[in-house]
């Protein structure tokens, strides 16, 4: 299994540029969330999805767009990137575990710079 | 509400020192869980433990140990013995009972271990 991957690694994009951050598993695991990592804050949650079709808004979820046609894909499109959004952003992939908690699978990360 | 506080913001000690990292929840459930993270320089995020609400027993591996104390909704992490490879940046997470898998993050504490 390869599972979450992130693509691209790095990106550098200017003001008012959109572009599409690619995240798949392999795992068939229902619940996919993105989360964007800022110095200082923690993970913050933009938006999450329990199953194909069906995404929700996080914490953060201002100038981002989600869908999930299927298990496997979860891509979050910047529709006008804004030197805001200059983050790490991480994919995670999760299951309900025995016990009723949700193990958490997280994808290596893609570091976006927005000028 | 849901949060999470890491007070300690940085931390620095000397190798073979003992370093505790603390972490204070809140939270109206009375199902939760509880998570610690590591991310080292390479900037993976690194699942370390679990533990979930209605269980707080102290839990011990290797040089980690974790005291949950749900009368003082804490969840401290323990480092005995520091090693330079311990150097990273520690995450404090919670997700509540029907968290579909979100994870609520401390804002971390960046532990740095001297040689």
């Known amino acids: 299994n390869a599972g979450v991957t992130q693509t691209p690694k790095f990106q550098v994009l200017k003001t008012g540029q959109s572009m599409t951050l690619q995240c798949a598993q392999d795992?068939?695991?229902?619940?996919m969330s993105w989360y964007r990592q800022d110095p200082g804050m923690g993970l913050r949650l933009i938006h999450y999805?329990?199953?194909?079709?069906?995404?929700d808004q996080g914490e953060v979820p201002n100038g981002y767009n989600v869908s999930r046609s299927t298990t496997e894909d979860f891509p979050l499109r910047l529709l006008s990137a804004a030197p805001s959004q200059t983050s790490v952003y991480f994919c995670?992939?999760?299951?309900?575990?025995?016990?009723?908690?949700?193990?958490?699978?997280f994808g290596p990360g893609t570091r976006l710079t927005v000028t | 509400a849901q949060k999470v506080t890491q007070a300690q913001t940085e931390i620095s000690v000397v190798e073979k020192e003992d370093v505790t990292l603390d972490c204070v929840y809140e939270?109206?459930?009375?199902?939760?869980?509880l998570f610690w993270y590591k991310q080292p320089p390479s900037g993976e995020l690194v699942f370390l433990i679990r533990?979930?609400?209605?269980?707080?027993q102290n839990e011990i591996s290797g040089r980690y140990s974790w005291n949950f104390q749900k009368s003082t909704s804490s969840f401290n992490f323990t480092i005995t013995a520091s090693q330079v490879v311990d150097s990273a940046v520690y995450f404090c997470a919670l997700s509540g009972s029907s968290n579909t898998g979100k994870l609520i993050f401390g804002q971390g504490t960046t532990l740095q271990v001297k040689p």
């Open positions: 999805s329990v199953g194909a079709g069906i995404t």
């Open positions: 795992m068939n695991h229902e619940y």
């Open positions: 939270t109206r459930d009375t199902t939760y869980y």
């Open positions: 533990r979930n609400s209605f269980d707080e």
């Open positions: 995670a992939s999760s299951y309900r575990a025995s016990g009723g908690a949700y193990e958490q699978y």
